[in-house]
């Protein structure tokens, strides 16, 4: 069957080239974020996983100061990064406040801040994931409604000919319900492809997310063990103490200079 989609587009009136231009403006927007995200997201899944695998080979958290600066820039680089750095702020502060009396809370509250750091900058990571995928939501909702709107004219320039004409033969209604049909399937044709990587886009942004909070959890409980270790550890030579962490006698939370 050979449709002269061209042809009967060209002969539409004005309302109707104006709604199959609109609708051509969404497709090429919807598009480019389809592409974008898609794209983004799977730089996203390989960064991550690649990091991954060389974070669980670690012994400590000081040991990604020797890794590159792309690898670190993964998602969850950037998380582990903050944990690292919340871990020599906290040390540094024991150092500092040599008179706290009370470490089991100093610690305590300490852990509670670094949390907190990390819960906003996991925020900040995940929002970027799924950017832009609710216009993908928008047009896959307008885009029907703005064919419906073509559709309705098309047919009321069909009535209006038919009364204009006194007649109601093919070649005076047919020029109107073309306009109608093809607004119709060119909504239809924006709004299809949007839904569907609107969905898709959105359930690997949320495993990316889900993914993200799995690694958060991983990274302040190893933060918290290595903390720990660093005030319960028994004295030890100079050489031999972990990221010139205050060490103390065991069973003591009493850090030394």
């Not at 928008?138 to 409604?145: D, E, H, L, M, R």
Request: proline share 4%; hydrophobic share 50%.
């Amino acid at each position: 069957m050979n449709i002269p989609l061209i042809e009967l587009t060209l002969k539409m009136g004005f309302a109707g080239k104006f709604i199959i231009v609109l609708l051509f403006i969404l497709s090429l927007i919807s598009w480019a974020i389809i592409l974008t995200r898609l794209s983004a997201l799977k730089k996203i899944a390989a960064a991550n996983s690649d990091f991954r695998g060389k974070y669980d080979k670690m012994l400590h958290l000081s040991d990604m100061e020797r890794m590159s600066h792309k690898e670190l820039e993964a998602p969850m680089g950037q998380l582990a990064r903050l944990a690292a750095a919340e871990n020599r702020r906290i040390i540094d502060d024991a150092r500092a406040h040599t008179g706290v009396k009370d470490w089991s809370f100093f610690l305590q509250s300490q852990f509670t801040m670094a949390k907190e750091h990390i819960d906003s900058a996991l925020t900040g990571l995940i929002t970027a994931f799924d950017k832009g995928v609710f216009i993908l939501a928008t047009i896959s909702s307008i885009a029907p409604f703005i064919g419906l709107l073509g559709t309705v004219w098309g047919i009321m320039n069909s009535f209006y000919e038919i009364g204009n004409q006194g007649s109601a033969s093919l070649p005076v209604v047919a020029p109107g319900i073309a306009e109608a049909l093809i607004t119709t399937v060119a909504g239809l044709a924006v709004a299809i492809p949007a839904l569907f990587f609107y969905n898709f886009c959105a359930h690997k942004a949320e495993r990316a997310a889900d993914d993200m909070e799995e690694f958060k959890e991983i990274v302040v409980v190893r933060l918290k063990r290595e903390i720990f270790g660093a005030f319960y550890a028994p004295q030890q030579a100079p050489a031999q103490q972990h990221y010139g962490a205050p060490q103390a006698q065991p069973n003591t939370f009493r850090p030394t200079n």
